[in-house]
T-cell receptor
Framework: EPEVTQTPSHQVTQMGQEVILRCVPI?????FYWYRQILGQKVEFLVS????????KSEIFDDQFSVERPDGSNFTLKIRSTKLEDSAMYFC??????????FGPGTRLLVL | AQSVTQLGSHVSVSEGALVLLRCNYS??????LFWYVQYPNQGLQLLLK??????LVKGINGFEAEFKKSETSFHLTKPSAHMSDAAEYFC?????????????FGTGTQLKVEL
């Protein structure tokens, strides 16, 4: 069964450093999403991406964040200058023609 | 704006007992509703969803949920809990505007199953 994959599973970085989180969505899916879950809190929407552009973003998704689908298979989330409060689990999700989003296993980001 | 309320951040049941996890939503448009399960150190797995049609929906692992528009609820149930059901459960509502269906999640309910 096709699944969404994410790399790395864990990332530790220093405050102010750039990080890139990678996702491989399910082939033939059309919509792509990033969510995050700060420890002990609920899953929050960051951004949705369709037809090679952002379709919606939350107030969390400020200028420090960017997304890209560089090669038609990967979907990346870049944080330009990480802050302590960016520490969270980041989930990628993809969606095809149905309304169901399929989530990856997540990348746990720790900013020191 | 859509929102989801899950009553009870922690629920504990005995093995074999009924599982009831509560979810209420608010939405200005007819909602799509979802239950996801998260096992420790894993991603979110879809349990079941309601889009249109039959209001009682069945999902994986013996779970089901009933959409009640009058009560704005979508409670998750399972007749008999199993130890393997111990996990965190998230109710979510979909916002169909904006070209995709952003999910708005509740705060989650941690289910504990005891012998």
């Amino acid at each position: 069964e096709p699944e969404v994959t994410q790399t790395p599973s864990h990332q530790v970085t220093q405050m102010g450093q750039e990080v890139i989180l990678r996702c491989v969505p399910i082939s033939n899916h059309l919509y792509f999403y990033w969510y995050r879950q700060i420890l002990g809190q609920k899953v929050e929407f960051l951004v949705s991406f369709y037809n090679n552009e952002i379709s919606e973003k939350s107030e969390i998704f400020d200028d420090q964040f960017s997304v890209e689908r560089p090669d038609g298979s990967n979907f990346t989330l870049k944080i330009r200058s990480t802050k302590l409060e960016d520490s969270a689990m980041y989930f990628c999700a993809s969606q095809g023609a149905s309304e169901t989003q399929y989530f990856g296993p997540g990348t746990r980001l720790l900013v020191l | 704006a859509q929102s989801v309320t899950q009553l009870g951040s922690h629920v504990s049941v005995s093995e074999g007992a009924l599982v009831l996890l509560r979810c209420n939503y608010s939405s200005s448009v007819p909602p799509y509703l979802f239950w996801y399960v998260q096992y420790p150190n894993q991603g979110l797995q879809l349990l079941l969803k309601y889009t249109t049609g039959a209001t009682l929906v069945k999902g994986i692992n013996g779970f089901e949920a009933e959409f009640k528009k009058s009560e704005t609820s979508f409670h998750l149930t399972k007749p008999s809990a199993h130890m393997s059901d111990a996990a965190e459960y998230f109710c979510a509502v979909s916002d169909l505007r904006g070209g995709g269906n952003k999910l708005t999640f509740g705060t989650g309910t941690q289910l504990k199953v005891e012998l």
